[in-house]
């Protein structure tokens, strides 16, 4: 409806009534014109018919959607079933052109101005959590793995005589497997054990760019996001080293911009050193479905190089997710997610240390990891070999999703490399542990009741272990020889 339809409408119904009408609907352009100046995330969160009615009107600027569209090309956003074009709001043609993940689309002005704001909303977002220098960002439709071969490819151009990349070792798969599918070679520097915390190996990272030569180095490939007793990179000294060999620098910040601690290393590395890019999962950071990253750096040129690098068009699906998420949730709503998934570490921090205790372990001390936490599981170890591994099988089957339970002395080969340990982050880390972790969205309740299942598993393994050793004292104990009268 626009001004000329509401002054038609008044000839049908009371004039009183329709100027009420136009007054509300431009309540909700107004939230949609500031969105257009200033390409921001809004203070507040909008109310879903304003969304619903923004998407509708970026919907209409499709050719798809134009009522007398003739299309005779092979790609023309035809769907077969209305409910899949209802799932997608009716933006069919996907975001980018074939050259480029962040061109525009004739045919859709629609989707491509919805990639654009959402791109500029989420490097606010990225801004407002702590890297306030980061000067580009895009969204693509790859989870974090897929999106960090995509800079290791982009960096091949700028290094053709690279093979190695050096990667400070972490225990997840998919970022190892990034560099093998770019066909790069990882050159793993083990963590270093200082008190319960893994952390970084500064003079093993300077000796491998020594033993290599810097120009044989694609990158250093660090992590700020991960599970406790590991640690965040130390980013700032990484980066110091980058940029004193002329390195570039990539960050595997999977799940970090939920956590002010890990922007923030981020921030002053960029500040003191050299970072190129940082990547981050849409899901695990804005409560989306999974299949989308944030690709973001301080280089505006570098950040669009690799944009460039990705073939074809791609998926609108992940940009429209995230935008609706954060009009929803407003920077308000966002940033109170962020202050209470921090209160909500303490409060299981706090438990965890009660139940270890409890149950003859402990909490162990890992203050630079602000999202992930670790208990001891030695006293369990001690008691029944497979006690450790049984525990895993429990908590799953208690409906406890994301606990990790970690035995010693796993092997794991991946693409060739085999990691001893693995999922410890360390070849020999001296206990066996279970994680936990504080991320966005989670609550209280989440928390008491982790505690309390976890708590009867441990108490049912400790009364197994008993029954079994006194199984085992009794058939060890010696027959008493028969006497004669």
Known sequence: MNSENFTLSEKIVSSSYIRQGCQARRSHEQ?????????????????????????????????????????????EGRVASSLVARRHYRLIHGIGRSGDIAAIQPKAAGSSLLNKLTNSVVLDILKLSGVRSAASCFVVPMATGMSLTLCFLTL??????????????????????????????????????????LRTD???????????????????????????????????????????????????????????????????????????????????????????????????????????MYPGRASASPSLDVLITLLTLGTSGYKKLLSERKEIYSFLAEELKSLASAHGERLLHTPHNP?????????????????????????????????????????????????????????????????????????????TLCIKRLDKCLKTLRKEGNAAKKCCNVMQMPLNPCVSD
Not at 58 to 67: I, T
Not at 289 to 306: L, M, N, R, T
Not at 407 to 434: A, D, N, V, W
């Open 31 to 75: 939230l949609i014109r500031h969105l257009l100046e200033q390409g921001k995330c809004p203070e507040e969160g909008w109310s879903e018919s304003t969304i619903e009615l923004f998407l509708n009107e970026l919907a209409v600027m499709d050719s798809n959607n134009f009522l007398g569209n003739c299309g005779v090309g092979e790609r």
């Open 371 to 447: 999202i992930s936490l670790a208990m001891s599981l030695d006293r369990l170890q001690n008691e029944s070999d497979k006690a450790v591994t049984q525990l895993g099988s429990m908590l799953f089957t208690r409906q406890v999703s994301g606990a990790r339970v970690i035995p010693l002395g796993k092997e794991q080969t991946i693409s060739g490399h085999t990691f001893r340990g693995f999922m410890s982050h360390s070849e020999t880390y001296p206990c066996p542990y279970l994680n936990a972790a504080s991320a966005v969205g989670i609550t209280r309740e989440d928390v």
């Open 156 to 197: 091949r151009h700028r290094r053709p005589k690279a093979r190695y990349i050096i990667w400070p070792r972490i225990d997840q798969k998919s970022c190892f497997k990034a560099m093998i599918t770019a066909g790069f070679e990882p050159v793993v520097v083990e963590n270093v054990l200082e008190g319960d915390e």
């Open 202 to 308: 500064l003079e093993a990272v300077e000796r491998k760019i020594c033993e290599l030569g810097a120009d044989n180095i694609l990158c250093v490939h660090s992590t700020t996001s991960c599970f406790a007793p590991r640690v965040p990179d130390r980013l700032e000294e990484l980066a110091t080293i980058c940029a004193k060999h002329s390195i570039p620098h990539i960050v595997n910040n999977a799940y970090g911009v939920q956590s002010s601690k890990c922007m923030h290393l981020i921030q002053q590395g960029a500040r003191v050193g050299r970072i190129d890019t940082f990547v981050q999962s849409l899901d695990k950071n804005f409560m989306v479905p999974v299949g989308g990253a944030i690709i973001a750096g301080f280089d505006e040129s570098f950040i669009q190089e690799i944009s460039k």
